[in-house]
C-alpha cells in the first residue's frame, strides 16, 4: 500500500499479482486497499469487470488514486567480446528485482534446456507473432534462426514500476529507439541505452580467441562487425569503458547509471 490509500495484492508487490492469489481466469480475488503506511488495510475482493491479470501477474488498467512509479526500459550494446554478458549475469544476481526478458526463437531447444530464458517458438508461431504486432524487435542470427523481443516481456513490466534490463544487438536497438513508444523525449516509455566500449581492438580479439579456436576468416568477418558497432556508441546515452581485468568497476558504473547504487 502506498503512503496513502492505493491497492497491492495480498500476495505479491503493489500493482503486481502472483497466480496463487487469482483465479483460474487470471482475476485477482485478493487485492487490497487502505490506510496510511505500516496499517494492514481492508482486503476486499474485485469482480472482474473491475480489475483482471494477464498471464505473469501484471495488474493493468487500474484505476486508483496512487499509481506506482513507471519503470524505464534499459539496453546494453557493445561489441562482440567486450563482456556484456558477463555485466548481465552479474546484474542478474545482485539485483533480482529486476527485470530481465525472455528472448522468442525459433532454434530447437537443446537436450535438458529449460524454458526460462527463452519462449521456444516454431516458425508458424513466430510468423504469427510478427503479424499480429507482438514483436518490438527481431532479427535472423547467423542466418538460421530468429530472435525477437515481445512486447509482453517490455511494457507490462514497465508499467509496473520495474527496470527491465536487456541485452541487445545494434539492429534491435535500431528498430528500439526509432519505435514510437521509446523514442524522443515525449515517448510514453522511457529508454536507457549503455554502450559498453572496449580498451582496444587487441582487447576484443583476445576475447573472442580465446572463448573457442576460429579461423582467420571467421576473426576478419568479426572485426569488420565490430567496426559496424562501434559506430553505435555515440547513439546511446551513455559510454562505460570495459577495463581489462576490471570488470567489477565497469558493472558498478553502470549500476550507477541506472541508478541502482546512489
Known amino acids: 500500500v502506498g503512503k496513502r490509500g492505493g491497492f497491492s495484492c ?15 481466469n487470471n482475476i485477482c480475488l485478493s487485492l487490497r486497499s487502505g490506510g496510511q503506511k505500516g496499517q494492514e488495510g481492508t482486503f476486499l475482493p474485485f469482480l472482474p469487470s473491475r480489475h483482471s491479470c494477464p498471464p505473469g501477474g501484471t495488474i493493468f488498467g487500474m484505476d486508483h488514486p496512487s499509481k506506482k512509479q513507471r519503470g524505464k526500459f534499459v539496453v546494453i550494446l557493445g561489441p ?5 554478458s558477463v555485466v548481465m549475469r552479474a546484474l542478474k544476481e545482485k539485483h533480482p528485482a529486476l527485470h530481465f526478458p525472455k528472448s522468442a ?6 537436450q ?9 517458438l516454431s516458425e508458424e ?25 515481445l512486447l509482453e516481456e517490455i511494457l507490462p513490466f514497465v508499467d509496473a514500476g520495474k527496470i527491465v534490463l536487456r541485452e541487445i544487438e545494434v539492429q534491435g536497438f535500431d528498430a528500439i529507439r526509432m519505435d514510437k513508444r521509446f523514442a524522443g523525449p515525449a515517448s510514453p ?3 536507457q541505452s549503455i554502450f559498453i ?32 558497432e562501434m559506430t553505435y556508441a555515440s547513439l546511446c546515452d551513455a559510454r562505460v569503458m570495459s577495463r581489462e581485468g576490471k570488470i567489477a568497476e565497469t558493472i558498478a558504473e553502470i549500476e550507477r547509471l541506472i541508478g541502482l547504487k546512489h
Open 105 to 110: 526463437t525459433t532454434r530447437a531447444r537443446r
Open 125 to 149: 508461431e513466430f510468423d504469427s507473432s510478427i503479424a499480429q504486432g507482438k514483436f518490438l524487435e527481431y532479427q535472423t542470427v547467423h542466418g538460421i534462426a530468429r530472435y525477437g523481443t
Open 189 to 191: 516509455y522511457p529508454l
Open 10 to 24: 495480498l500476495h505479491g508487490r503493489p500493482l503486481m499479482c502472483k497466480a496463487n492469489c487469482c483465479n483460474k
Open 197 to 228: 566500449l572496449p580498451e582496444s581492438k587487441e582487447q576484443l580479439i583476445a576475447h573472442i580467441t580465446r572463448r573457442s579456436p576460429i579461423s582467420e576468416e571467421e576473426l576478419q568477418h568479426r572485426l569488420q562487425s565490430m567496426e559496424k
Open 112 to 120: 535438458g534446456e529449460a524454458a526460462d530464458l527463452y519462449h521456444f
Open 80 to 84: 562482440s567480446g567486450v563482456g556484456k
